[in-house]
């Protein structure tokens, strides 16, 4: 298996050349146009990606995110008993970086294992929700869209959906 997966790539490579060569395109030229358009549309994406690291910087070095995890934690706590504070964080960075929710999730899985609760929410509450705000810009800033109606209620209406679904099934696996 390992070495089928690490023949894919070259394989499928490999293909498409042929596959241009067969039909006589010139394969160099339809790369190069392809990567050209690739780079405008990176350039266009960088502001708006500084912008969000910028911004998430701010909310943690400022110290807001840590008091909007008290507070939430507070009323959190009193719903769901033994809920720690570091899910909170957790769900709040995951809105905009992904990586960033990574180093969080290491974390709560040194602190209180993998199969413990904290452990248990944080992996269902990674794999089933997404980074709304990063996903939103990027994406609307490369395809150009300036309507977005419901798409931010909807986003984070679902991602509500995942989070509270992550909790109920981590603590029914408890």
């Known amino acids: 298996m390992v070495q089928i997966s690490d023949m894919l790539i070259p394989a499928l490579i490999f293909y498409i050349v042929a596959m241009g060569l067969s039909q006589k395109k010139d394969i160099y030229r339809s790369f190069t146009k392809g990567a050209k358009a690739g780079m405008k549309t990176v350039a266009g994406i960088v502001p708006t990606l500084i912008g969000l690291m910028i911004a998430v910087g701010v909310l943690r070095s400022s110290g807001f995110l840590d008091f909007f995890c008290g507070v939430m934690g507070r009323i959190l706590g009193g ?10 964080s957790l769900f709040t960075v995951k809105l905009f970086s992904a990586s960033a929710a990574t180093g969080l999730a290491l974390d709560i899985f040194k602190e209180y294992g993998t199969d413990s609760f904290a452990g248990l929410a944080t992996s269902l509450a990674l794999a089933s929700t997404e980074t709304v705000f990063y996903t939103m810009s990027v994406y609307f800033m490369a395809a150009k869209v300036t309507k977005t109606r419901w798409t931010l209620a909807g986003a984070l209406l679902s991602t509500l959906a995942g989070i509270a679904a992550s909790v109920v099934i981590a603590k029914a696996m408890v």
């Open 79 to 88: 719903l769901v008993e033994g809920f720690p504070n570091e899910l909170i």
